[in-house]
């Protein structure tokens, strides 16, 4: 059984370099400062991934201008070096399309997950390396452990802070090069108190909600991205009947109830929720609250955080959403990179695109992203 880490800096050799990912926000901001207080060598990067010709200066999260001035700020009173890479390019390359390409096809993803796994964990960590770095830290809510010569990715120990679900498809090659200072016993809570008490200017920075590269609302961003790659089509009952016009599938997901276009049937009728997404008839597919419901997923891609597949039979528990629950699952069957897993109990939170992930107690078992719901 792997245990994890609750202070993963008192781990590292004394020879050891930290590179921290500071996205101007109190989290990795406390995670910089328990960084500093170690004693190690270590130096402080922002990512900028705002366009070169980008005139707007609003606080967008982890890729902001102001997000830049303020991680500058908090590691200059650290003493910390502080670099600014841009990653436009890789960004751009490695998370936006996919998260044009997904929504074009009527799935919803999660730009998130693939974020940490191909920028953040990927480009950013193999240049912190270059530049003479061992591992990485950032302000991620998780905890890593071992399992023999193997690391694994667990939950943090406050779950309703815990990320673990946006960095299961870290290879172990990326874990082993991963802290995750703020993964212990703290709360959101605690980590501001922290801060404060450090004097550190982000304490009461509020958090930010949306997408980093997503400058007004995401209908509206959507339609400007995909122009041309979608159109308008049926929206129809479950039974087949026709309803009414959607404008297209990017601007539909599956549980959506409002904003559907559609008139009651009566007055007193319950309400409509989508369905599914019919990319190949280009239709919205809509139907009461219990259509929704499904005992089983099927997801492609699947990637096993420790060692090999687990056995058809074994029982875990299955997240569908980041913020989600988690259900009490087993595995069925895993086919190469298709895992079919059953929920002891229907759920209705299955959207093809995002990610199911799968765990045993506080462990990640690994991820794979939603196919299909039946």
Not at 140 to 165: C, E, F, K, M, N
Not at 345 to 362: E, F, N, T, W
Request: glycine share 10%; aromatic share 6%; hydrophobic share 40%.
């Amino acid at each position: 059984m792997a245990v994890p880490a609750d202070r993963p800096l008192e781990l590292l050799p004394r020879s050891a370099v930290i590179a921290v990912a500071m996205s101007g926000g109190v989290d990795s901001s406390v995670a910089a400062a328990r960084v500093a207080a170690t004693g190690l060598r270590a130096f402080g990067i922002t990512l900028a991934m705002w366009p070169g010709n980008r005139e707007t200066v609003r606080d967008r999260g982890c890729c902001s201008i102001d997000a830049v001035d303020d991680a500058r700020r908090v590691a200059t009173m650290l003493s910390l070096p502080h670099y600014v890479w841009n990653l436009e390019r890789d960004f751009e390359d490695e998370v936006v399309r996919d998260f044009e390409d997904g929504y074009a096809q009527g799935t919803t993803p999660n730009p998130c997950v693939r974020c940490n796994q191909r920028v953040k964990f990927g480009v950013l960590l193999e240049r912190a390396l270059a530049a003479g770095a061992t591992h990485i830290a950032t302000g991620h809510y998780a905890r890593t452990g071992h399992r023999g010569s193997l690391v694994t990715l667990h939950r943090a120990r406050d779950a309703r802070r815990d990320q673990a679900y946006v960095l299961h498809r870290l290879d172990q090659r990326q874990l082993q090069r991963a802290v995750f200072a703020l993964g212990g016993d703290e709360s959101k809570a605690n980590v501001r108190a922290e801060a404060a008490a450090l004097g550190l200017g982000t304490a009461a920075k509020p958090e930010s909600q949306d997408l980093c590269f997503v400058d007004s609302d995401l209908r509206s961003d959507l339609r400007l991205r995909l122009a041309g790659r979608f159109a308008t089509g049926s929206i129809i009952d479950i039974d087949g009947t026709v309803l009414g016009e959607h404008d297209g599938l990017p601007f539909f997901t599956v549980g959506q109830r409002t904003g559907l276009g559609i008139p009651p049937s009566r007055p007193d009728a319950a309400p409509r929720y989508v369905i599914e997404l019919r990319s190949d008839v280009n239709a919205v597919v809509v139907g009461p609250r219990e259509a929704l419901r499904c005992s089983s997923v099927d997801a492609s891609s699947f990637r096993w955080v420790a060692g090999a597949a687990s056995p058809a039979g074994t029982e875990c528990e299955a997240q569908l959403r980041a913020h989600g629950d988690p259900h009490p699952a087993r595995i069925e069957t895993s086919d190469g990179d298709v895992v079919h897993v059953r929920f002891d109990s229907p759920v209705d939170q299955a959207a093809p695109g995002q990610s199911l992930v799968l765990y045993r107690r506080d462990e990640v078992l690994g991820g794979g992203f939603i196919r299909r719901a039946a």
